[in-house]
């Protein structure tokens, strides 16, 4: 069965740093593309940032490129969201997806990743 949990969610000051954890089990994910979305009160769930294995990429919203940062580390099945300079704007529950390699659609769509975590919030005060 496979699982995705999250962690490293709270509330930080606007200007501050936070690091998101996602950690996999069930099957291998070394090729599989690593996704974060987030949900903010009464808004769509919208892509935050990825990690394509099959391209050795990582691919952000514009929202916060530059500010975070996607890694991963195979040896531990573990995706991680670096965020920087966090903005009150940035608040939100923070989920983590996976897609196989030859899943339909695009990194940055839903309906491209089939398993998804409980989600962490984040809140960022002003």
């Known amino acids: 069965q496979v699982q995705l949990v999250e962690s490293g969610g709270g509330l930080v000051q606007a200007g501050g740093s936070l690091r998101l954890s996602c950690a996999a089990s069930?099957?291998?994910?070394?090729?599989?593309?690593m996704g974060w979305f987030r949900q903010a009160p009464g808004k769509e769930r919208e892509f935050v940032a990825a990690i394509i294995w099959s391209r050795r990429s990582t691919n952000y919203a514009d929202s916060v490129k530059g500010r975070f940062t996607i890694s991963r580390d195979n040896a531990k099945n573990t995706v991680y969201l670096q965020m920087n300079s966090l903005k009150p704007e940035d608040t939100a529950v923070y989920y983590c997806?996976?897609?196989?390699?030859?899943?339909?659609?695009?990194?940055?769509?839903?309906?491209?990743?089939?398993?998804w975590g409980q989600g962490t919030q984040v809140t960022v005060s002003s």
């Open positions: 069930g099957r291998t994910f070394s090729t599989d593309t």
């Open positions: 997806a996976t897609a196989r390699a030859y899943s339909s659609g695009i990194y940055y769509q839903k309906d491209h990743y089939d398993y």
